[in-house]
């Protein structure tokens, strides 16, 4: 194939032009059988199951790496269908694998259920909180893990009708709010023998381009001084707040100083207690973003400087952790475009008065734009930069890793919202949620239908990262922070 190499984001654009009226996939002899439209009615007569499994998600709304009982849904209903489910992998209790058929080629599908703490919402498209509720699926993950679930099993399904060699894997993936999950596990090697990825996430439109996000590094910075009374001794204290606040400081004064798309975030998790103490303890959380994974190490480690500096000017000493670290996403063009195929053949959401009565009060609390109707559209196939991270950045990086969002959303609906949670908890949402299911399933049957598109897609793959590439984790050695939705890590 002609060279692709990687590209910022106006050429990128510019050589996918030609690409879209490239032919995608040769009909494959063989798989007679069961044909698409077999695999989209296997998973609409599961829809209310799936919703059903989807809701209960939603109900359990479990934090990063205290999924226990999603994950133990989610891996239930694999095993019920005749997956051969490994639990506990990577270190991780709720990190689990879940696989069907044999031999080559080997399809990965990921499957994120964590939910987002300190956001919770009531199904109903007006603001309403769930009394006494800590936590709240403001991300889709509900969905997500679903429908990547229903689309290994009706691959799986596939895969049994027509005898083709193949192997669906499905990865139940922690924690990808903050904890970093799948880093774990491919640093575990759980993803070497895989040839192909595919993924998806809720969101406010239905969408395969290929995209990058942002690469990340998170780390708490803790800094030890000396208490006193802040009035009666000042002089004998050294508070570790003067080294937060200094840390702050160097660190804001940095912005002018560092690559236009690069973020950087904190919020002072420890500031002591009392005014009239001078505080011995005090503690602050840092993201540093960018796009590129080394421009984040390197930003990171100016951090780590400042901290010093901040440190040895207010006579505190300071520690840090790194808490998570993520590459930012490898798109594959090649593959993005037999997504896109697949999710132009399944179509958009389409909502009954019911949804539409829905849609149309939460619209209320959304800007007007993007209409309603763009949840029946398939978004324009080109590249996209988006400034979220995901761990899923890691594994684009091992494997080609092909992705969708799909309209689980009212357009205009942001992730981490409380709008975003009303429709993950109806059936808005989960109307997205087959959509997804039904493109995913898509995918992987034309994967394991043709030898030469996987090659294509490895070979792309293999260009785009670089015969020098290195898998270091940003995260580094440490173990997985099974404990930091608990408390910030200690
Ligand atoms: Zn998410």
Redesign the pocket.
């Known amino acids: 194939m002609a060279r692709r190499p990687f590209l910022p984001a106006a050429a990128l654009a510019a050589f996918l032009a030609p690409a879209l009226g490239a032919p995608l996939l040769a009909p494959h002899p063989l798989s007679a059988q069961m044909t698409k439209a077999d695999v989209a009615g296997w998973l609409d007569a599961r829809a209310e199951h799936l919703t059903d499994v989807a809701m209960r998600i939603w109900d359990l709304a479990e934090v990063g790496y205290m999924e226990k009982e999603s994950s133990a849904l989610l891996a239930g209903e694999l095993e019920a269908y005749g997956f051969r489910v490994t639990r506990g992998v990577a270190g991780i209790p709720t990190a689990f694998v879940a696989e069907y058929g044999s031999g080559k080629p080997v399809i990965g599908v990921l499957g994120?259920f964590d939910a987002l703490p300190g956001i919770n919402q009531d199904r109903v498209p007006t603001r309403q909180p769930i009394e006494g509720k800590q936590a709240g699926h403001a991300?889709?993950?509900n969905l997500?893990g679903t429908a990547s679930s229903a689309a290994a099993m009706a691959a799986a399904e596939w895969l049994k009708s027509t005898g083709h060699a193949g192997t669906i894997r499905f990865y139940g993936t922690p924690a990808?709010?903050g904890g970093s999950g799948k880093v774990y596990m491919v640093r575990a090697g759980l993803f070497d023998d895989v040839d192909v990825v595919i993924s998806w996430?809720?969101g406010d439109r239905n969408d395969a381009s290929p995209g990058s996000n942002l690469a990340v590094k998170s780390a708490v910075f803790r800094f030890s001084g000396v208490s006193a009374h802040a009035a009666a001794s000042p002089d004998r204290g050294r508070s570790a707040l003067d080294g937060v606040e200094a840390f702050d400081f160097m660190a804001n004064l940095m912005r002018e100083h560092v690559p236009q798309e690069t973020r950087i975030h904190y919020v002072i998790t420890d500031g002591g207690s009392a005014p009239n103490v001078v505080p011995d303890h005090a503690e602050v959380y840092y993201y540093v973003r960018h796009p590129d994974s080394e421009t984040v190490r390197s930003i990171f480690d100016r951090l780590v400087k400042a901290a010093e500096g901040a440190a040895a000017g207010t006579g505190t000493t300071m520690a840090y952790e790194v808490v998570g670290g993520a590459y930012a996403r490898l798109p594959v063009v090649a593959l993005q475009e037999l997504v896109y195929k697949n999710l132009k053949a399944v179509g958009g959401v389409r909502y009954d008065d019911e949804e539409r009565a829905f849609a149309n009060a939460l619209k209320k609390t959304l800007p007007a734009e993007p209409a309603l109707e763009t949840v029946t559209e398939i978004q324009p196939f080109a590249f996209e930069q988006t400034y979220?991270s995901?761990d899923a950045g890691d594994v684009s990086w091992t494997v080609p890793t092909g992705t969708l969002s799909t309209a689980t959303w009212v357009p205009g609906t942001t992730?981490?919202s409380w709008q975003a949670v009303a429709a993950d908890g109806v059936s808005i949402g989960a109307k997205g949620m087959m959509v997804a299911a039904e493109t995913l399933a898509f995918t992987a049957v034309d994967l394991f239908s043709d030898a030469s598109q996987v090659a294509a897609i490895q070979a792309e793959f293999r260009e785009r990262r670089g015969p020098d590439f290195r898998y270091q984790p940003l995260l580094g050695d440490r173990d997985p922070p099974l404990d930091y939705r608990v408390s910030v890590i200690r």
């Open positions: 994120e991300c889709g993950h997500f990808e709010e996430h809720a979220a995901s992730s981490h």
